[in-house]
C-alpha cells in the first residue's frame, strides 16, 4: 500500500513537472475593440499563431475580443500600468504623441498608395518615435482602415454640391470646421442617434467608412455614397515599450516578423474586404458616386491647417509634399 501510495506521489510530480515545463516564459495579453469576425481581430489570430509556433512555446499570445479588457484608452493605461501587453489604437495616441493626429486629419492623403508612402517613410518613423517616447508603446504594425465617405439623398461631386446640406460628424472640431468650410451644415451627434434622423430628415447625411455604412444599413435611408475619401487614416498594433524589452533578444526578433506577417495578412483581408463592401451596398440599391476630391481637398485646406498646431503643420506639409 505505501509502496503503492509513492509511485503515485512520484508519477504526480513528474506530470506536474512536465506541465510546468510546458508553460510559457512570457505571456502577451492582446485586448481589442475589435469582435471575432472583423478582420482586426483575423489578424491578431495570424499573430497569436506565427508567436507560438516560431518560439517554440515560450511565448503565448492571449487575445482578448470585444473590449474584453476595457475600451480603447483603458487598455492603453493598462499597458502602461503592466496590466496588459498589446492593443490597436489610433488617433487617440496623439493624448501623449501630438504627432499622432496625423493619423485622422481631413485630407492629408490623395489615396491609399500616398498613405503607405508616408506611413513607411520618414513621418511615419518620426510618428512611430514620438509614440514609443511619450507613450511607452511600440507600434508593431499597422493598418489601413476604410476612408470615411459622404452618403446623402442627391448626388455630391463638388463643394458647391453641398450647398448647406445638413450633416452629422461626430463630434470633433476639425470635422465640424472642416465641413463649414466646404459648405455644409454640420451637426454633432451620437452615432446611436443617427439612422433616426436620417429617416426623420433632421439630418441629410452622414459621413462614415463604408464598413459602418453596411453594419448600420445607411443604404436603406440614403441612396448615394459620394466618394469623398476625406479622411484616410491608419491604426496601429501597440506593445509595451518594457514589456517588449523584456524579453531576449531572438524572442523579440520573432514578434517584430509576425508583426510583420500579421500586417501582410491585414492588408489582403482589408483590400477584398473594401470591394465585397461595395458590391454589398451597390446590390442593395446604393449608387457610388466619383467626386472631384481636389476641389474638396482644397477648399478644406485653410481650416486643416487652422486646426493644427506647429509641429503638426509641419508634418502635414511634409505629407503633402510626398
Known amino acids: ?32 475593440l475589435a469582435n471575432e469576425e472583423n478582420i482586426w481581430h483575423q489578424a491578431a489570430e495570424k499573430f497569436k499563431e506565427e508567436v507560438e509556433d516560431n518560439s517554440d512555446g515560450r511565448i503565448e499570445v492571449q487575445l482578448y475580443p470585444n473590449e474584453q479588457l476595457g475600451a480603447e484608452m483603458d487598455v492603453i493605461n493598462s499597458i502602461q500600468l503592466g496590466t496588459a501587453d498589446m492593443t490597436i489604437t489610433g488617433e487617440s495616441l496623439q ?14 492623403f490623395r489615396d491609399s498608395e500616398h498613405l503607405e508612402q508616408a506611413v513607411e517613410g520618414e513621418i511615419g518613423d518620426e510618428i512611430e518615435a514620438q509614440i ?32 448647406g446640406l445638413r450633416l452629422r460628424v461626430p463630434n470633433v472640431p476639425l470635422f465640424v470646421d472642416t465641413w463649414e468650410a466646404l459648405g455644409a451644415r454640420p451637426t454633432p451627434m451620437a452615432f446611436s442617434e443617427v439612422f433616426t434622423s436620417l429617416q426623420q430628415s433632421t439630418i441629410e447625411g452622414q459621413e462614415n467608412p463604408l464598413s459602418l455604412i453596411e453594419s448600420a444599413s445607411f443604404d436603406e435611408v440614403q441612396d448615394y455614397v459620394n466618394l469623398t475619401g476625406h479622411v484616410r487614416s491608419w491604426i496601429y498594433v501597440v506593445i509595451g515599450k ?32 473594401e470591394k465585397r463592401l461595395r458590391q454589398a451596398l451597390e446590390e442593395r440599391g446604393m449608387e457610388f458616386v466619383e467626386v472631384d476630391t481636389d476641389a474638396f481637398a482644397e477648399k478644406a485646406r485653410p481650416a486643416v491647417i487652422d486646426s493644427l498646431n506647429e509641429e503638426q503643420r509641419k508634418l502635414f506639409e511634409a505629407i503633402q509634399s510626398l
Do not use: C
Open 1 to 32: 500500500m505505501i509502496k503503492r501510495l509513492i509511485t503515485s506521489a512520484v508519477l504526480g510530480a513528474t506530470i506536474l513537472g512536465s506541465q510546468a515545463g510546458l508553460a510559457a516564459d512570457f505571456t502577451l495579453k492582446f485586448g481589442h
Open 132 to 163: 514609443t517616447e511619450r507613450a511607452n508603446l511600440v507600434p508593431l504594425a499597422w493598418f489601413e482602415r476604410g476612408p470615411r465617405h459622404l452618403t446623402s439623398n442627391r448626388p455630391i461631386e463638388k463643394p458647391a454640391d453641398l450647398d
Open 242 to 273: 518594457d514589456k517588449l524589452e523584456s524579453m531576449p533578444e531572438d524572442l523579440q526578433q520573432v514578434v517584430f516578423e509576425a508583426a510583420d506577417t500579421m500586417q501582410a495578412y491585414e492588408a489582403d483581408l482589408f483590400a477584398e474586404d
Open 95 to 108: 493624448n501623449w504623441a501630438p504627432k499622432a493626429a496625423m493619423m485622422a486629419v481631413p485630407y492629408a
